[in-house]
């Protein structure tokens, strides 16, 4: 928890910028009836029944500083996939960064170890090379700040029938674009003193 508060405040470095990544699941859904739009004195409406058609993965990477952030639907959450979108951060996102500094949770895929297994060595070296990683602890999730804003993207656009990962894409390219053209950044204030006052319990006991 330190450790990730510790990143939070450090002076702003855009050689070395600091991004938050969580990512979360979105059913697809399509209509089984054409929906109805909005008349004059009628709200839209649509069938309570729907066809599924399975599920995404949404990927979202947050620099809170900058006010800067990206969306990527895929199948699934591999390590292959997580790996795809670290070379995206590297060479598209942010190419001329010396190091990118990572907070993300502590799942499985999110190690160095997937960048070998999606990439050949020397690539997947020269990625490593690029990333320096923090880890939010264990029931910690709250500490990341891109889960705050998926919290954001679900409200503002996810709640509606998407029936396609194309779709689903386009929809939150479009929201993340609206996002950072307001430069939507987000401040962090709780400190390692707040944490250690507030979190007192947490902490071991020391014995004289």
């Not at 939150?172 to 204030?189: F, G, I, L, P, S």
């Amino acid at each position: 928890m330190e450790d990730v508060l510790a990143v939070y405040h450090r002076p702003y470095d855009p050689k070395r910028p600091q991004i938050c990544m969580d990512e979360t699941s979105k059913a697809l859904h399509a209509h089984s009836r054409k929906p109805l739009p909005a008349a004059p004195g009628r709200p839209a409406r649509e069938d309570y029944e729907y066809i599924r058609q399975g599920t995404a993965n949404l990927f979202l990477w947050f620099e809170p500083v900058a006010g800067k952030r990206g969306v990527k639907a895929t199948e699934r959450r591999t390590r292959v996939d997580w790996a795809e979108l670290i070379r995206e951060l590297v060479d598209q996102h942010y190419p001329h960064a010396e190091k990118i500094v990572l907070v993300m949770d502590n799942l499985n895929t999110h190690t160095l170890a997937s960048l070998y297994e999606a990439f050949a060595p020397e690539e997947a070296r020269r990625l490593a090379e690029k990333l320096e990683l923090h880890y939010t602890p264990k029931h910690g999730s709250w500490l990341n700040m891109a889960e705050i804003e998926l919290s954001v993207l679900a409200r503002q656009c996810l709640a509606q029938r998407l029936p396609s990962r194309a779709e689903l894409q386009n929809k939150v390219t479009a929201w993340a674009d609206n996002r950072n053209a307001q430069a939507a950044k987000m401040e962090w204030r709780f400190t390692i003193d707040d944490a250690r006052v507030k979190l007192k319990r947490l902490y071991p006991t020391l014995l004289d």
